[in-house]
């Protein structure tokens, strides 16, 4: 990504979406993800299913229009690395413990970012809902009210495995 940005005194990224207090985790961040190819995406190829005779077979698994399939939608789509990074680079998500009820009219802000500079707060239904991963009418289903909140190592392993080109951990 380096190569795509003016990089100012002591290896600064030039661009101003990328400069983080000295010191903090986001700094720290930031520079780890600018090492790291942004763009080079994996997903479903669907003309390559058609063509081999098992699109229908990997519908019946991914679903239509689903988390799952909107996940590897959005996975496909053109991003913008150094907005990519500053995104990556300021994500928090302090979940509520597994007891809390939540209230819609004073949403608890789980979910904190910084996009084009501006810092966003939100609930993690309103960011499921923003990001297009789930529809509204989605959250009142098992769907979302069920999902899996927690995997083990081993399925995230996998699971990375499928979507990067990039070991587990390295990046």
Known sequence: ?????????????ACPYLQFSQGSRARGRCARLRTIEIGGHVGIDWDLLETVGEAARARDIVGIDTP?????????EDSYPKLTVEFLST????????????????????VT?????????????EFVVHTGLYTEPELDTDLYTQ?????????LISFWRAISRVPFGKS
């Open 1 to 13: 990504m380096e190569a795509e940005g003016a990089v100012g005194e002591e290896g600064e990224p």
């Open 68 to 76: 799952w399939s909107r996940l590897f939608q959005i996975a496909m």
């Open 91 to 110: 994500f928090t998500n302090a979940p509520n413990p597994a007891d809390y009820l939540e209230d819609l009219d004073f949403p608890v802000h789980e």
């Open 113 to 125: 970012f910084r996009l084009l500079g501006q810092q966003f707060q939100m609930s993690v239904r």
């Open 147 to 155: 999902a899996v909140t927690v995997m083990d190592r081993q399925t």
